[in-house]
């Protein structure tokens, strides 16, 4: 079982995640949520199998209770649909629209590979996903990611990435 | 190009700009893409991409979490403990192991001392000119009042 050692050691990072996939109006209070939300799951639940990275195993339960929340209707965790409208003169500002922006499957994938470092086969362990979607996803967000922050059209960069 | 040169697969790209590349593989990206414009612009934005998106959520990550989440943890931990009788019986038992001995005893001594000290005063004010403990414990606290500013001299 998590220990509160354990908690007070990965909550930092496992924050760090919840608001980013939560990106939008209200991303740190509905990041904070989320957080409470896994931690809660995590408690209930048995401990990891052997080998699993307690770290590695908390994010995959981050994703599910995003999931979950996302697909509760009505108030809850709010999950971001706007599209960067204004753009910010705050480069910060400017990824966190564009992530909000992004489609949320791709989202996930940018967020666990780009922000919590997870290795591919971890990261597509947690989001269900074959290391074929993984790369899909992961190329698609970025792509999106660059366009939006860059200011272009995220068409140019999918014509690229028909190219191939 | 002498050879036929192989254009860098997206897996390639993905694990270039991720750092999962040994030294030798990645400089054959690097020129694998230098030779593919449109690889070249897409790695330079993921690149880019890469380094906005952790500017923007790393830290979040040296922040103290509120503290509303470890009360939330503690109180989710205390909710989750185990159910049924043989877990419970435990938990009573850990409740008995946990009741404050050290305490109880602290506060007998204390009181056990506080007696005798008022007895000795007692006896020392009943009997002023037989010299006793208490005449020392009654000077001493007249002193210690004294030297508060308490009393007069």
């Known amino acids: 079982m998590l220990a509160r050692d354990d908690i007070e050691r990965l909550a930092p990072a496992l924050r760090r995640c919840a608001h980013a996939l939560c990106a939008g109006p209200d991303a740190v209070a509905a990041g904070d949520e989320l957080v409470r939300e896994t931690l809660r799951r995590a408690l209930q639940s048995r401990a990891p199998t052997e080998g699993v990275r307690l770290d590695v195993w908390l994010i995959a339960v981050l994703v599910d209770a995003a999931r979950a929340a996302a697909a509760r209707p009505g108030p809850g965790v709010a999950m971001p649909t706007a599209a960067p409208e204004q753009r910010s003169d705050n480069p910060a500002e400017r990824a966190q629209a564009a992530l909000a922006a992004l489609a949320p499957a791709d989202?996930?994938?940018?967020?666990?590979?780009?922000?919590?470092?997870?290795?591919?086969?971890?990261a597509a362990a947690a989001l269900g996903l074959s290391s074929t979607q993984l790369i899909a996803r992961l190329s698609a967000a970025r792509d999106q990611?660059?366009?939006?922050?860059?200011?272009?059209?995220?068409?140019?960069?999918?014509h690229l990435r028909v190219v191939k | 190009m002498t050879d036929v040169q192989r254009r860098p697969s997206e897996l390639d790209l993905n694990a270039y700009?991720?750092?999962?590349?040994?030294?030798?593989r990645a400089r054959q990206v690097e020129s694998e893409a230098a030779a593919d414009p449109a690889a070249?612009?897409?790695l330079q934005g993921w690149l880019r991409g890469r380094d906005q998106l952790r500017q923007a959520y790393d830290p979040v990550a040296l922040e103290t979490p509120p503290l509303f989440l470890s009360v939330a943890a503690r109180t989710a931990a205390r909710a989750a403990e185990p159910v049924g009788p043989?877990?419970?019986?435990?938990?009573?038992?850990?409740?008995?192991?946990?009741?404050?001995?050290?305490?109880?005893?602290?506060?007998?001594?204390?009181?056990?001392?506080?007696?005798?000290l008022g007895a000795a005063i007692f006896a020392h004010l009943?009997?002023?000119?037989?010299?006793?403990?208490g005449a020392g414990v009654v000077r001493a606290l007249t002193l210690l009042a004294?030297?508060?500013?308490?009393a007069a001299p």
């Open chain 1, 107 to 122: 989202r996930e994938a940018l967020v666990l590979v780009g922000l919590a470092r997870l290795g591919y086969a971890e």
């Open chain 1, 145 to 158: 990611f660059a366009a939006l922050t860059s200011g272009r059209r995220a068409r140019s960069a999918a």
């Open chain 2, 17 to 24: 700009v991720d750092g999962r590349l040994d030294a030798d």
């Open chain 2, 40 to 42: 070249l612009e897409r």
């Open chain 2, 146 to 150: 004294r030297g508060l500013g308490f």
């Open chain 2, 126 to 133: 009943a009997d002023p000119a037989r010299p006793s403990i």
């Open chain 2, 86 to 116: 043989a877990a419970r019986a435990r938990a009573a038992r850990a409740e008995v192991r946990r009741f404050p001995y050290g305490v109880v005893a602290a506060s007998f001594l204390a009181g056990a001392a506080a007696t005798v």
